[in-house]
């Protein structure tokens, strides 16, 4: 009779540890340049809507390359990849709120300046991010040649 009982602990205490998930604040900087080098190789350069790809810092999992296509999920619904050594994740981003002053696009900046507010939702991972979910808010600034990326929240990791 101890034995059954051992056993129905242990297997309880098995699915409890199968079961948990852990939750991660995090942030995230990126520098994208906003006229890319053709040569670069970066994917969303080639996609019908356009994209870019920059790196910058993952908190707490370290450097990253990331991608961003414009449209890919709606046309409301931009798709960012972000890797790191251990895996990617992929949000679904909505931009918001943009702002625009003075001399937007104009030949001088051709990207900016200007800023807008950031929604993402992760909809998908590999390596240690599989099974991910979360969700971030932040900002993207334009700054002439490059947009700057800021990102903050919460990621639950399916462990």
């Known amino acids: 009779m101890l034995a059954l009982g051992t056993v129905a602990l242990f297997s309880s205490a098995l699915a409890t540890q199968a079961s ?17 080098n053709f040569n670069s190789g970066c994917p969303a350069l080639g996609t019908p809507n356009g994209g870019f ?46 702002a625009c002053p003075g001399v937007c ?10 800023s807008g507010t950031l929604t993402d939702v992760v909809v998908s991972g590999t390596g240690i991010f599989a099974g991910a979910s979360g969700n971030l808010r932040g900002t993207v600034k334009g700054t002439g040649l490059q947009s700057n990326i800021q990102l903050s929240g919460s990621i639950t990791l399916a462990n």
């Open 105 to 114: 696009g104009s030949p001088e900046f051709p990207g900016g300046p200007f």
């Open 20 to 36: 948990a998930a852990t939750t991660v604040p995090v942030s995230m900087t990126f520098t994208e340049p906003i006229i890319q």
């Open 53 to 98: 790809c920059g790196n910058g810092i993952f908190l707490p999992y370290g450097h990253v390359t990331e991608m961003i296509v414009f449209g890919a999920g709606t046309p409301e619904i931009d798709v960012r990849t972000v890797t790191v050594a251990g895996g990617s994740i992929v949000l679904e981003e909505q931009a918001t709120d943009f």
